[in-house]
Each structure stands twice: as C-alpha cells, then as structure tokens.
C-alpha cells in the first residue's frame, strides 16, 4: 500500500543567476515553471512564501510587512523588455510579525518594517513558480556579514512556519563570481568549467550525505570556495532555506535532495536543492 504524500511543506534553495531569466528562462526557470503544480498537488497550495534573497542586505534580518509588494529593478544595463516586467503580489504583515517574534524569541535581533517591495532574487523565481502572483510574499532581508551557521540559525528559528502552510524560499546562486563573469566573458551555454563541476559536485555529495557540520564549513573544506563564491551572500540563502527544514529539536533537516542542476556561462551553477521530509517527490513526481 502506496503511504500518503506527506503535507509538511518542504523548504526551497533557488538559484536565480542573472536577472535575465525572467525572459530567458532556460533549464533552471523551466524546472521552477513546474514547481508550483508539484508543490500544490503533494502539499497544498501555501497559504504565502516567506523568501530570502541576496539582494535585500540589511545588518539585522528585517521583515517587510507591506501590504502589498511590486518589481523592483534593481539592476542595470539589460534589455528593455526586462524592466517592463511586472511582478505584484499581496503582502503578509502579520505573518511578518510572526517572523520577527519567532526570531527574537530564538535571540535574534530581528525588526519589523512596513516597507515593501520584491528584490530582483525574490520576484525572478516566482514569476516562473507563481505566475500569477496569487500567493503572498514575505521578504525577510539577509545578513551578509553573517556566517553559515548564524543564518541556518536563523531558518531553524522559523521552522514551525512549515506547518502553518508557508514555503520558506532562499534564493541566490549555487556559484557566483561576478569578476570572472564580466573579465572573462563566456557563451551562456559554455561547456562547465573544472572547479564549478567540483564545487558542485562536493556540495551534492555533502548535502545528500547529511554533511551538515561540513557544509557550515564550507569555506576552508569545500574545492575552489573561494573562486566560486568571493564572497558569501549569494550561497547563504541555501542555509537559510535548510535550517527552516529542521524538524522538532533535530539538529539538521530531515532529507536534503538536489531537484534540478544546471550551469550556464561555464561556471554560474543553477542547481536548486530542497529540504525536509518528502522533499524528493518534487524531483521524483513527473508533471501532469
């Protein structure tokens, strides 16, 4: 006898790449096109998305309770066609309200504001997830000055927000180094480089292996840290995004699955990974 697909809400690591997968999707934006049909089907629709990204940094979390949230173009010098994009979802204040109580309660300096708006690394992935924008969204900004596991304390002090139907994103990139992107420019569809392969590589292996105080470490243990991540925020979001996965008083998450790996320009890696109980059904579960 088939057991029922847990209802637990998995948590999410996306990477987002470049702003230009609004409208040049490739694998990494197909594969999230399919996500909202998956996550609905196994575990419900979320009632909203608590989403951390790289490019709303603050020095202590704060959470955006707007009411309502619009694109922010928070970048330069791409095509035209990318600025006209629009992404307009409800906001959560109360659920923001939640967040920054459950952080404080963990000792976490966290605030509340009643700012709003969608960093290009929040509403990117979701204009493939949740086309429509119909689920709320909660911003909650990054510490980049914070360690690995500062911000997976960070997710871990949020994880009971999984059972009240909130999908808990970190979004930024499996690997990114901007100097080599724009001084050593490549195709977008160049052959993987070796140290993006075995950084990728190393990560998969750690993750699917539990290697949790490891990949805390990454930094001194991981193969070409450095050259992939200069420096850390765009790799935080995936601890923030495993921490929320914890369960009880379980030290680390449950299940952590690679649902899709992909690289473009040789070495910008798009691999997404998820965390939590029930998790591998989102790579396993073919579209309908």
Do not use: K
């Not at 949740?130 to 304390?153: C, E, H, N, R």
């Not at 690679?258 to 029930?278: I, P």
């Amino acid at each position: 006898m088939t057991s029922p697909a847990p209802t637990l809400l998995p948590t999410l690591f996306l990477s987002h790449g470049s702003p230009m997968i609004a409208i040049d999707p490739r694998e990494a934006g197909l594969y999230m096109q399919g996500l909202a049909a998956r996550i609905d089907a196994l575990f419900g629709r979320p009632r909203a998305i608590l989403a951390m990204s790289p490019h709303t940094a603050t020095r202590a979390p704060f959470a955006l309770g707007a009411e309502r949230h619009q694109a922010i173009h928070d970048f330069g010098g791409f095509p035209a066609a990318l600025y006209e994009l629009r992404y307009d979802a409800a906001g959560d204040p109360a659920l923001a309200r939640d967040v920054v109580g459950l952080l404080q309660q963990a000792g976490i300096a966290a605030q509340w504001t009643e700012q709003g708006g969608l960093d290009h690394g929040i509403w990117t992935p979701l204009l493939h997830i949740y086309p429509q924008g119909d689920v709320p969204v909660v911003p909650l900004s990054l510490t980049p000055q914070a360690t690995p596991a500062q911000v997976f304390a960070q997710g871990r002090a949020l994880r009971s927000l999984r059972a009240q139907g909130v999908l808990v994103i970190g979004s930024g990139s499996l690997t990114h180094n901007l100097r080599r992107f724009f001084t050593r420019p490549t195709e977008v569809d160049a052959p993987e480089e070796p140290d993006c392969a075995a950084f990728r590589t190393w990560v998969h292996q750690q993750s699917e292996g539990a290697h949790w105080p490891e990949l805390l470490n990454y930094r001194r243990l991981a193969p070409h840290a450095e050259a992939m991540h200069p420096t850390d925020e765009h790799w935080l979001p995936f601890y923030f995004a495993a921490g929320a996965a914890c369960e009880a008083e379980q030290p680390w998450p449950a299940q952590a699955v690679r649902l899709h790996g992909s690289v473009t320009h040789g070495h910008l890696a798009m691999d997404a990974y998820g965390f939590g109980a029930g998790v591998q059904a989102l790579a396993d579960v073919p579209l309908r």
